[in-house]
């Protein structure tokens, strides 16, 4: 996607501001204290960088295949990694300018937000086959899957709502309002409980009734969103504000604000060792937050214009999609 594309993107973004608010609860000034037994991130380096398509925007890892799916929003394919060689395996061809991307680990079925056509790919892992199209809002942006539900939520960024697709059957059986330019959105399975960012506000989404049951402020231009599940703590990019939100998911309010790099867009989440990562932009770096102290514990060099950012826990390997670059840069972070 180039500059002009993206600075769409996060104008529709930042307008979400100027939407209403609905049920906001306060926020926290403090957050209790995390369990000592939490391990301090381990350290990351860089172990390989890895040609893809042009202008990669969306990265996903299915753990159980160890297979990283890199969206290539300029020639409209995915490019599929084998985790172990961090080798591009195969190119798959979907919609036009594809963006966000989210693997349901359970049934092997990857899940592309195509944001110029408005619609979504459904890729078989096995065979990486796209075997349906499911068409959603306008401007698709971000998608997260649920893999107890098999439900995948499609943020529009166009009506500020989302799509909610059954995976069984590939079909969209809800739509939720929510804040207008929705654009990243991020799933607990074990809550059921789904996290839209929407301007400088997330919505939180219950998934057993497809209704908005709280709207936490957050900081400027809200960008990616992760959720650790063991915790049940969430994680916002802020673009404009330069900082992670940590949400309360018991709480639905925020209990700290971490400074980190230049126009954080990007976020994931390992849970197995409580550790967020998040993709800069504008600096070219990955900063290490432990989610024990809510402090940075390192910033890790990428490639150009880090956009996405994904987690294999198994193997604790991150994978950052370097928009500027064309390339994903291998982070390893310590031992298995």
Known sequence: MNFTQRALILVTAAAASLAPVIATPAAATSRSPASTSDPAPAACRVTATIPVGPDPE???????????YVTNSDNSTVSVIRGRTSTVVATVRV????????????TNRIYVANFGNNTVSVIRGRTSTVVATVHVGRFPEGNAANSKTNRIYVA?????????????????TATIRV???????????????IYVANGSTVSVVSGRTNTVTATVPV??????????????????????SGSVSVISGRTSMVTATVPVGVEPIGIAVNPKTNTIYVANLMDNTVSVISGRTDTVA??????????????????NTIYVANSGSDTVSVLRCGKR
């Open 58 to 68: 969306g990265v996903a890892a299915n753990p159980k295949t160890n297979r990283i």
């Open 156 to 172: 529009n960024g166009g009506p500020g709502s989302v799509s909610v697709i059954r995976g069984r059957t590939s079909t969209v």
């Open 298 to 315: 390192a910033t890790v060099p990428a490639g150009r214009e880090p956009f996405a950012i994904a987690a294999d826990p198994k193997t």
């Open 95 to 106: 919609g036009r300018l594809p963006f966000g991307v989210t693997a349901n680990p359970k």
């Open 219 to 240: 900081g400027d231009t809200a960008g990616g969103v992760a959720v650790n599940p063991k915790t049940n703590t969430i994680y916002v990019a802020n673009v404009g």
């Open 179 to 193: 804040g207008f330019g929705a654009t990243r959105v991020a799933a607990n399975p074990k809550t059921n409980t």
